[in-house]
């Protein structure tokens, strides 16, 4: 026995069984015809955007302000510097916002620091401790330098990679990496405004630039 809850149960009888499916060729050509009437004005419209629409001038070269800037440039050899990382291997860890984001991060610092300091950012850092992203599931390259603004970032020989979430790790250059607290003032982090930087199209991670 069905004891019905919240609805109540209806009988009908059919009117009609003839019905069934026998339009269905008219209901085609009408929706064929909406589709072509709506894809001619689209095109019509485009037309009279056109109209509207002033096309952008080109802008006349100045060969001399061309001239200043080099034909080509590699930061992998940069003033027989080499700004560019080497290839790091995320593992399963779907860390890879995290990689590119510190690696933008450590060329910026070796370019600041004209090479003087060997910065290597701690990828687990951001993964384990970060709270604007996802760690091994995801993230965004904003979110990170918005943690690395308001929080900073400990190097690599502080917390290693490992290619999984390791949440609150005991490690030797701190008495706990991740607490309530956020990150020790008082060990050696790296913040995104020490080197001025100015974020993109998303802009929270620097907003007070």
Not at 14 to 24: G, M
Request: some cysteine.
């Amino acid at each position: 026995v069905i004891k019905p809850q919240n609805y109540s149960c209806f009988v009908a009888t059919k009117d009609s069984s003839s019905q069934k499916h026998s339009h269905q060729s008219t209901l085609l050509s009408q929706v064929v015809r909406i589709r072509q009437q709506d894809s001619d004005g689209v095109r019509q419209q485009s037309k009279d955007y056109e109209k509207i629409v002033t096309p952008v001038q080109p802008v006349p070269s100045d060969p001399r302000h061309i001239a200043q800037f080099p034909s080509s440039l590699d930061w992998s050899n940069y003033s027989n510097f080499d700004y560019v990382e080497p290839v790091q291997n995320q593992g399963e860890c779907g860390s890879c916002y995290a990689f590119a984001t510190l690696g933008m991060m450590e060329a910026r610092y070796s370019l600041a620091l004209n090479k003087t300091v060997d910065v290597s950012l701690s990828v687990q850092d951001i993964v384990s401790c970060s709270y604007y992203t996802q760690g091994c599931f995801g993230g965004h390259g904003s979110t990170t330098s918005q943690w690395m603004r308001d929080h900073g970032i400990v190097s690599e020989k502080c917390f290693p990679y490992q290619q999984i979430e390791v949440y609150s790790p005991e490690v030797k250059c701190s008495t706990k990496l991740c607490g309530e607290a956020g990150i020790d003032k008082d060990r050696h982090t790296f913040y995104a405004q020490n080197i001025r930087y100015v974020g993109g199209f998303y802009g929270n991670c620097s907003e007070e630039a």
